[in-house]
């Protein structure tokens, strides 16, 4: 007899009620129980259209015995508060990023979290992308050999109206603009498939610096939109095997070249890109060509490919790693993207929020 699906509730209602509810709708082991949201007319409309109970109190939500874990999908700044109470109430978490505003409240989670032996997940869920998923088989394959140079362009344009109105995504404090969005992929993603990001700096800039309000008016923005890394990784955590890696951060390339990841090493080079800038999971593309050989496309290995896949491409890989998280609940074995994942990027985007070079 199959156990009791898990009982989740979902903490926020952007892209915990546009991504989140229909990923759990399809996780056969987690079940949607109730949601959160800190304003009740909000909340109201969400519960009406999806049947579940509803919490403006953090407290309240915890307390309720049908809530065995929660996501926590809101936006950056309250995060960490929320999720030390979770953990303190004993509740699982699925984290989105950045986890935390710094890494040292990153660090604090983690601790927590051993302490109570709970599992926290934490959504880089371009790790369960198959396409990602086959360039990490390949690397670790020696598809490349080791690896001589790392470039990743992000290009997005999501922030180059300067008519977009001002919110927390153009606040610094707040968790705002690219290093939060892109940046704590970008470091997640080199610290997967290369190794963990050394001598890092960056030089960041805010492109468009006033946005208009709500109630009228312009507003000073802080947050960078661009942001522009160098770093060494470790190749496979070797500190005898440095590999230089560039990347390039932009919320403002509005016909910018979207994502592209370029792997050169020994014996080969990998290419993982993508020019959509509507859904930033379908129209990946990942070309390998070995040493002398010209590049051709690989598809994802059988394994590899969603068993279900929905319009918005953001929702498969949400399901797996919600899968991957029930799994590490039932068991008791680490999630992997976890906590430890969660603190090196945070850690390294703590590094280039604090580099000097601004513009």
Not at 243 to 250: G, N
Request: hydrophobic share 45%; aromatic share 6%; proline share 7%.
């Amino acid at each position: 007899m199959s156990p009791q699906p898990i009982g989740v509730a979902v903490a926020g209602l952007g892209f915990g009620e546009k991504v989140h509810l229909p990923a759990l709708a399809a996780a056969s082991d987690l079940q949607a129980v109730a949601l959160w949201h800190p304003r009740q007319e909000r909340l109201d409309a969400a519960t009406a259209v999806h049947g579940l109970k509803g919490y403006t109190d953090w407290d309240a939500l915890l307390a309720d015995p049908a809530v065995e874990a929660v996501v926590i999908a809101t936006p950056p700044a309250p995060r960490f508060g929320l999720a030390r109470r979770a953990l303190e109430a004993g509740k699982h978490l699925m984290l989105e990023k950045p986890i935390a505003l710094h890494a040292d409240q990153a660090r604090e989670l983690q601790r927590l979290a051993m302490a109570r032996g709970l599992s926290v997940a934490v959504d880089y869920e371009y790790r369960a992308v198959p396409l990602f998923m086959q360039a990490a088989r390949l690397l670790q394959a020696g598809a490349v050999g080791t690896p001589w140079l790392v470039k990743l362009d992000w290009l997005m344009g999501s922030r180059a109206d300067p008519q977009r109105g001002w919110n927390w995504y153009a606040q610094a404090d707040q968790g705002g603009g690219v290093i939060g969005a892109l940046g704590t992929h970008a470091c997640d993603m080199l610290n997967w498939l290369i190794g963990p990001m050394e001598s890092l700096q960056a030089v960041n800039s805010v492109s468009i610096k006033q946005r208009p309000q709500p109630g009228g008016g312009l507003a000073a923005v802080d947050a960078p939109d661009v942001s522009l890394l160098q770093a060494v990784c470790h190749w496979q955590g070797r500190p005898e095997q440095p590999v230089p890696a560039q990347v390039s951060l932009s919320s403002v390339s509005r016909n910018g070249r979207g994502f592209c990841l370029d792997v050169v090493g020994a014996s080969g080079s990998l290419l993982l890109s993508s020019t959509n800038q509507k859904d930033y999971v379908h129209g990946f593309e990942l070309q390998h060509a070995p040493l002398g050989e010209p590049f051709r496309s690989l598809e994802p290995d059988a394994d590899l490919t969603f068993p279900e896949t929905w319009s918005d491409g953001r929702i498969a890989p949400v399901a797996r790693v919600l899968g991957w998280w029930a799994e590490s609940i039932r068991t008791g074995q680490p999630m992997v993207p976890g906590l430890s994942e969660g603190v090196m990027s945070r850690d390294a985007c703590d590094r280039v929020e604090a580099s000097v070079a601004h513009l």
